[in-house]
C-alpha cells in the first residue's frame, strides 16, 4: 500500500483544514487507516483512526473537533479539523495496519510522507 498526504497548510487559531489520504492497493477496505502527527521534539502522537466498517477512534483532544472518515471504493481517508488551536501544530501523517493495538504508531505497517499543519495564534 502506498499513501499520499495532501492538505495541510497555515490556518489561524479557531480554523479549519481537510487532509486527505489516497491509497493504492485493491486491499485497503482491510487496514485500519489512522492520522498520527508529530511535533517538533515530540513523539509522534495518534489523532484519529477508522476500521474498515468505520469505527472511529480519537484522541481525546481532539475529540469533537476532528473527524476522520473513509471511502473504501475512492481509497481515501480523511481527517477534517475545525476549531484548530496553535497545539495541534505538527506534521500529521496517514498511516495503514492491522486493526490492532492502533494507537501506537508501532502497529502500522505503511505511512504516507506526512503533510504540515501550522495553525496561528
Known amino acids: 500500500v502506498q499513501l499520499q498526504a495532501s492538505g495541510g497548510g497555515l490556518v489561524q487559531s479557531g480554523g479549519s483544514l481537510r487532509l486527505s489520504c489516497a491509497a493504492s492497493?485493491?486491499?485497503?477496505?482491510?487496514?485500519?487507516m489512522s492520522w498520527f502527527r508529530q511535533a517538533p521534539g515530540k513523539e509522534r502522537e495518534f489523532v484519529a483512526g477508522?476500521?474498515?466498517?468505520?469505527?472511529?477512534s480519537y484522541l481525546d483532544s481532539v475529540r469533537g473537533r476532528f473527524t476522520v472518515s473513509r471511502d473504501n471504493v475512492k481509497n481515501t481517508v480523511e481527517l477534517q479539523m475545525n476549531s484548530l488551536k496553535p497545539e495541534d501544530t505538527a506534521v500529521y501523517y496517514c498511516?495503514?495496519?492491522?486493526?490492532?493495538?492502533?494507537?501506537?504508531?508501532?502497529?502500522?505497517?505503511?505511512w504516507g510522507q506526512g503533510t504540515l499543519v501550522t495553525v496561528s495564534s
Open positions: 498511516a495503514a495496519g492491522a486493526a490492532y493495538a492502533v494507537f501506537r504508531a508501532s502497529s502500522y505497517d505503511y
Open positions: 492497493g485493491r486491499t485497503f477496505g482491510g487496514y485500519y
Open positions: 477508522v476500521s474498515g466498517g468505520g469505527f472511529a
